[in-house]
């Protein structure tokens, strides 16, 4: 079975500093991996993903994460935080298998919910 | 397209009564998946199907709840009898067969049963 832990429920930043967001995931093989954000009241939008290409990604609004294997991590970081990144942000984890129905067959993590401020 | 059509976007029912949430898929997905958010529980995968077919309904909380894909355009959850521990945001997604595609996510139902 796999798992997604994601260190730190709240993250609280000032508005231009580092954003990092931390994701850990047990998996017997190395899977796909995905960060979510979700908007109050809103679904989720795909930020980036991850799946056995090049282990940095990067994705929408400037976000990025690295794939790193030998710490089972999939930490979503971003240069400068805006105030428009505050949200609800969600790694999640599906097997490697072919076939895009693995894509959304997803097991999230518990949340990080992202406060900038001014 | 318009993406992922939930409807509908709240629903307030009393405790016993039938509830049915609605989904329309992008058009060309191939499979659709019903979610359930909760501060308790998180985002959890009830049952998805691929090509109108329920592969996996182990998420599936309790028999008061089903779902159906009649068409590959529409697809239902349906709880009967709803419970107070049943509110909850259920959110649909739709996906292709795609390798370099995701999943697309609804806005999701928020549902109060009191």
């Known amino acids: 079975a796999q798992s997604v832990t994601q260190l730190g429920s709240h993250v609280s930043v000032s508005e231009g500093a580092l954003v990092l967001l931390r994701c850990n995931y047990s998996s017997s093989v190395p899977p796909y991996l995905f960060w979510y954000v979700q908007y109050p009241n809103q679904g989720l939008q795909l930020l980036l993903k991850?799946?056995?290409?090049?282990?940095l990604v990067k994705g929408i609004n400037g976000f990025e994460a690295e794939f790193k294997k030998s710490e089972t991590s999939f930490h979503l970081t971003k240069p400068s935080a805006h105030m428009s990144d505050a949200a609800e942000y969600f790694c999640?984890?599906?097997?490697?298998?072919?076939?895009?129905?693995?894509?959304?067959?997803?097991?999230f993590g518990q949340g990080t919910i992202l406060t900038v401020h001014p | 397209d318009a993406g992922v059509i939930q409807s509908p976007r709240h629903e307030v029912t009393e405790m016993g009564q039938e509830v049915t949430l609605r989904c329309k898929p992008i058009?060309?997905?191939?499979?659709l998946f019903w979610y359930r958010q909760t501060m308790m529980r998180g985002l959890e995968l009830l049952i998805y199907f691929n090509n109108n077919v329920p592969i996996d309904d182990s998420g599936m909380p309790e028999d008061r709840f089903s779902a159906k894909m009649p068409n590959a355009s529409f697809s239902t959850l349906k709880i009967q009898p709803s419970e107070p521990r049943d509110s909850a945001v259920y959110f649909c997604?739709?996906?292709?067969?795609?390798?370099?595609?995701?999943?697309?996510f609804g806005q999701g139902t928020r549902l109060t049963v009191v």
């Open positions: 999640a984890v599906t097997p490697p298998f072919a076939g895009g129905t693995s894509y959304g067959k997803l097991t």
């Open positions: 058009s060309g997905h191939n499979s």
């Open positions: 991850y799946t056995s290409a090049a282990t």
């Open positions: 997604a739709s996906s292709s067969f795609d390798p370099n595609t995701e999943a697309f």
